[in-house]
């Protein structure tokens, strides 16, 4: 007859490595700080053709020329090489190194278009395009939290969209943010959703609706005949959404206890054949 334990080092060796997969949790909230109020965000000079309608300031730093105000309209303050500016623009780098300094929960895998996704924080090592409708699940949660990581450049074809479903009252889709390494372009009748936090240039083409804030860190935001509405989202009551992720060390103690298990049960029906 088998001992009573027999099946004890499998199971709590399966046990351990189930306890050691249960993942860590890192918040993903990137505070804006002195940009919240930003709608339009540059380093070398805002340009604008057309009927633009940005709610929210408007800024530039260091930098001083802001043009096409008007025939483009302001709902907000006008801020050239201002102490506003300036302090935006080192609140800019903040969020900029704190979207891009969290864990990756999941890699962005090919065209946005098309995909729906849940909160969390999504990472393309390089370039990241948009054709169509990209889908964002609020699960219910208005303090939800989306990241977006891109290594290069953020392109969106011609009439794409970022919408969103399940927000729980969420109307003005906050909580979004897009880290780009390099520039931002918006293609011709896009309809956006995020603070689009680029490293040097952000251009929204003919069109482009944005509700969010375009904010460029070292070079130019281009417009023309845009909306812009820079949303806010009141602080979350409760916990900051977290992302899954598990450390390097866990998964080497996950590796070597399912090996030793994997050696257990071998063992054990190598003795119980004899």
């Known amino acids: 007859m088998r001992p009573l334990g027999a099946a004890a080092p499998p199971l709590a060796v399966f046990g351990i490595a189930a306890a050691l997969f249960c993942p860590l949790t890192a918040s ?4 804006l ?7 339009v965000l540059a380093s070398t000079a805002v340009t604008n053709v057309g009927a633009t309608v940005v709610t929210g300031d408007v800024g530039v730093s260091p930098g001083a020329s802001i043009t096409g105000f008007p025939p483009g309209v302001v709902v907000g303050t006008l801020h050239a090489a201002s102490a506003p500016a300036a302090q935006a623009q080192a609140a800019l780098t903040t969020a900029y190194n704190t979207a891009a300094g969290l864990p990756c929960g999941a890699p962005i895998v090919g065209d ?4 729906i996704l849940p909160p969390g924080v999504y990472c393309a090592p390089t370039s990241a395009g948009l054709t169509g409708a990209l889908t964002l699940d609020y699960q219910g949660n208005p303090n939800a939290v989306f990241v977006f990581q891109i290594g290069t ?7 794409s969209s ?19 390494g390099s520039s931002a372009t918006l293609g011709t009748g896009t309809s956006f959703a995020g603070n689009i936090l680029a490293l040097v240039s952000i251009t929204l083409t003919t069109g482009v609706q944005l509700a969010g804030r375009a904010l460029a860190s070292n070079g130019a935001v281009t417009l023309d005949t845009n909306t812009i509405t820079a949303c806010t989202v009141p602080p979350p009551s409760g916990s900051a959404s977290s992302i899954p992720t598990l450390s390097e060390w866990a998964l080497i103690l996950l590796s070597s206890m399912m090996a030793m298990g ?5 063992r054990r029906r190598g003795a119980s054949a004899i």
């Open 28 to 31: 993903a909230q990137v505070a």
């Open 33 to 39: 700080g002195a940009a919240q109020n930003f709608a």
């Open 112 to 115: 946005l278009g098309g995909q």
């Open 153 to 159: 450049t953020l392109t969106t074809a011609a009439a």
């Open 162 to 180: 970022v919408v969103a479903i399940n927000t729980g009252g969420n109307t003005c889709r906050g909580n979004v943010n897009w880290q780009v």
């Open 262 to 266: 994997g050696w257990f049960i071998i």
